[in-house]
């Protein structure tokens, strides 16, 4: 059964940092991406970041590039989202996401077809 289990949200000033853990197991994800997605109240759930398993290929939404680095340790199976410079408008429930390689650098949560259960980051002002 394939698992993604996030951590390490919490409540943070504005201008601070956070690393959030995704945990990969159940299956083999060399031919998948992991990426990362939020959502916040009354909003959609939007693409933040992914990598390939390999780590040839990662890609970002414009709107945290520069500010988001995702990463990944290969012989844990977990990927990191490391977020500095942190802001109240990044306050959302963080999810990890999973999909094959062959949909490229998708950024549609419909082409996602594992998940997390998400954690929460706010970022107080």
């Known amino acids: 059964q394939v698992q993604l289990v996030e951590s390490g949200g919490g409540l943070v000033q504005s201008g601070g940092s956070l690393r959030l853990s995704c945990a990969a197991s159940g299956r083999s994800f060399t031919s998948w991406s992991l990426g990362w997605f939020r959502q916040a109240p009354g909003k959609e759930r939007e693409f933040v970041a992914a990598?390939?398993?390999?780590?040839?290929?990662?890609w970002y939404a414009d709107s945290v590039q520069g500010r988001f680095t995702i990463s990944r340790d290969n012989a844990k199976n977990t990927v990191y989202l490391q977020i500095n410079i942190l802001k109240p408008e990044d306050t959302a429930v963080y999810y990890c996401?999973?999909?094959?390689?062959?949909?490229?650098?998708?950024?549609?949560?419909?082409?996602?077809?594992?998940w997390g259960q998400g954690t929460q980051v706010t970022v107080s002002s």
């Open positions: 996401a999973a999909t094959p390689l062959w949909r490229g650098t998708t950024r549609l949560a419909n082409d996602y077809g594992y």
């Open positions: 990598s390939s398993w390999s780590g040839s290929s990662s």
